[in-house]
């Protein structure tokens, strides 16, 4: 097994830990690092973002090819640790020989430790994984309300505490770090929009945290976790194909699940019904052929898959405050904010 120990919250200082134990090459720009691995020891990226002065954002997104156990030495920041599996699956213990809490796909784990129990993070030789982590020095948060439910919630009571929490099945939060990774803008739009969606997902996180430790009756009701993930499957070919006429029948046959199981498991992932969901994605698609192609709005219109002008034109306007026309005009200045 090969160890690797990180003394510093600091993504400029882990990064530079990072590459130094593992290899790779390390970019930077502005506030984020990209650590690109492909050697005999992984294959694979670690990212990280400056999301706040509190808030660090890191996502490991790689196959190791060794077993590893990577160790977060306890620094007087001492953080608290917000991941989520997207893929495979993490081990996590305190210290060298501690108990091991197994966090698995689309589940939140909560840990934190005190200045004497390091948090290590076991990853399985020739497993691939991808694993989202906010760090939060809960010291140095500058929201008193989230400071205060951070400490009462998470942070250990005594010299000898630890804190770990594996939360219920979450397609939401894979929803989230979908929508971070495809953010393009650049500058001070960019910062924005990557503190916004980092704060929605450590938002999601503590209201799963919250409605775990209550036992609140889930919305989940009837859906076992493989009809949640044909549930995401056929949502990620609709917004592949908008175009595609859709009906109830057609999705139903093409992911085997019933007309009720589809609208159920839509409303539980996306808050939409399954119709709601398709015109949002033509609606979405539009507005990125008219950011990046050359085609008129009648083009687009019948490209996504609509046959209405006017009702494109009444849709378009419900999620970007303003016609496609204009939008096509001042595209340039006009800051997406839907």
Request: charged fraction near 25%.
């Amino acid at each position: 097994m090969k160890n690797i120990r990180i003394t510093s919250t600091l993504l400029e200082s882990l990064f530079k830990q990072l590459q130094l134990q593992l290899g790779g090459q390390v970019q930077t720009l502005a506030k984020e690092y990209t650590l690109e691995i492909n050697n005999d020891v992984a294959k694979g990226f670690i990212s990280g973002i400056v999301s706040e002065e509190a808030k660090s954002y890191i996502e490991y997104d790689i196959t190791f090819k060794e077993d590893v156990a990577l160790a977060h030495i306890s620094t007087e920041e001492n953080p608290i640790f917000f991941s989520y599996c997207s893929k495979g699956r993490l081990m996590q213990n305190f210290g060298e020989y501690g108990k091991k809490n197994r966090l698995g796909q689309f589940q939140t784990g909560i840990f934190s430790s005190t200045y004497d129990q390091s948090i290590y993070l076991n990853f399985r030789k020739d497993e691939a994984v991808k694993i989202s982590m906010i760090l939060v020095n809960q010291d140095a948060v500058k929201e008193e309300e989230l400071k205060f439910q951070l400490r009462n919630a998470f942070a250990p009571n005594t010299d000898t505490d630890t804190y770990a929490y594996i939360g219920s099945f979450n397609l939401k939060i894979a929803e989230r770090i979908q929508q971070l990774a495809a953010i393009s803008q650049k500058g001070l739009v960019r910062n924005l929009l990557i503190n916004g969606m980092v704060q929605m997902i450590l938002a999601l996180e503590i209201q799963q945290h919250s409605e775990d430790m209550i036992s609140v009756v889930r919305n989940m009701g009837s859906l076992t976790r493989s009809e949640m993930e044909d549930i995401k499957e056929i949502s990620e070919f609709i917004r592949n194909y908008p175009e595609i006429q859709y009906s109830l029948k057609y999705l139903s046959r093409k992911s085997g699940l019933s007309p009720f199981k589809l609208q159920e498991g839509f409303k539980v992932l996306y808050d939409r019904t399954v119709t709601d969901f398709i015109r949002n994605e033509r609606v979405e698609a539009a507005e990125k052929l008219i950011r990046t192609s050359e085609l008129n709005i009648s083009e687009i219109v019948y490209t996504v898959g609509l046959t209405s002008r006017s009702y494109f034109s009444k849709i378009f306007k419900e999620k970007y405050n303003c016609s496609p026309k204009h939008y096509q005009n001042h595209q340039n200045t006009i800051a997406v904010t839907a």
